[in-house]
């Protein structure tokens, strides 16, 4: 052990010696050219393209829908007030394509892949009522007259919609309107029942939901 320390100390010597002897007077003021440090920079921009990827899989977690909407063109400050307006329930990011596709690769969400092209904005809709939650955008839009910066495409229960379809998710019914349609099936006729259940699966859930409810409280009268 003592050896091997020994022999450390004394290869450093010869080493610190020549470099104090070979410098040269007229440059002896300059500093001596060490190796570079290594470049972080990489790491960071890593690191922060690894934090992006995990805040949109965190939106993901109780996500509804997913929503490409054209962001070039707007200003921070546009940027800022559309969020201002928009509800609790509703998150809005601006995330390179990439790094969003890294996120939803391999997912449901993966229907999205049409819209990863240009600059997108990223709407989280984390609520089952859909409307509701898009229509602030829609007012912000038409109030700024931002025609351009319209929906590029959107994914709800696994399905892709263009922009040309968009007015089926704006024009859903809402959780109340659910229900009272399909409560008054499942106390109607079964020819009426069958064509109700023909709807999008979350209704029928939403029904189903409610209909227990109405039970339990019934049962609880």
Same mark, same amino acid.
């Given at each position: 052990?003592?050896?091997?320390?020994?022999?450390?100390?004394?290869?450093?010597?010869?080493? #610190?010696?020549?470099?104090?002897? *070979? !410098?040269?007077?007229?440059?002896?003021?300059?500093?001596?050219?060490?190796?570079?440090?290594?470049?972080?920079?990489?790491?960071?921009?890593? *690191?922060?393209?690894?934090?992006? =990827?995990?805040?949109?899989?965190?939106?993901?977690? @109780? #996500?509804?829908?997913?929503?490409?909407?054209?962001?070039?063109?707007?200003?921070?400050?546009?940027?800022? /007030?559309?969020?201002? *307006?928009?509800? &609790?329930?509703?998150?809005?990011?601006?995330?390179?394509?990439?790094? =969003? +596709?890294?996120?939803?690769?391999?997912?449901?969400?993966?229907?999205?892949?049409? #819209?990863?092209?240009?600059?997108?904005?990223? !709407? +989280?809709?984390?609520?089952?009522?859909?409307?509701?939650?898009?229509?602030?955008?829609?007012?912000?839009?038409?109030?700024?007259?931002? $025609?351009? @910066? /319209?929906?590029?495409?959107?994914?709800?229960?696994?399905?892709?919609?263009?922009? $040309?379809?968009?007015?089926?998710?704006?024009?859903?019914?809402?959780?109340?309107?659910?229900?009272?349609?399909?409560?008054?099936?499942?106390?109607?006729?079964?020819?009426?029942?069958?064509?109700?259940?023909?709807?999008?699966?979350? &209704? =029928?859930?939403?029904?189903?939901?409610?209909?227990?409810?109405?039970?339990? $409280?019934?049962?609880?009268?």
């Amino acid at each position: 052990m003592e050896a091997g320390l020994l022999s450390f100390s004394s290869s450093l010597s010869p080493l #610190c010696h020549s470099r104090t002897s *070979t !410098l040269n007077p007229r440059t002896s003021s300059k500093s001596p050219n060490y190796p570079r440090l290594p470049v972080i920079r990489s790491a960071v921009s890593r *690191t922060k393209k690894e934090e992006t =990827v995990e805040t949109v899989k965190t939106h993901l977690e @109780n #996500c509804h829908l997913l929503a490409a909407i054209n962001y070039k063109g707007l200003t921070v400050k546009q940027f800022q /007030d559309l969020r201002r *307006t928009l509800p &609790e329930t509703t998150k809005l990011i601006v995330a390179k394509n990439t790094l =969003v +596709f890294k996120a939803i690769e391999g997912t449901k969400w993966e229907a999205l892949k049409p #819209c990863m092209k240009g600059m997108n904005a990223w !709407l +989280f809709v984390q609520t089952d009522e859909i409307p509701s939650a898009i229509k602030p955008y829609r007012s912000f839009q038409k109030e700024r007259k931002l $025609d351009d @910066n /319209d929906f590029a495409g959107a994914v709800f229960e696994g399905k892709f919609y263009a922009p $040309d379809n968009f007015k089926a998710l704006e024009t859903m019914p809402t959780r109340a309107e659910v229900y009272a349609k399909m409560l008054g099936a499942l106390q109607s006729p079964a020819i009426n029942l069958v064509s109700t259940l023909q709807a999008p699966a979350i &209704e =029928v859930i939403m029904v189903l939901k409610a209909y227990v409810k109405k039970l339990e $409280d019934e049962s609880n009268a």
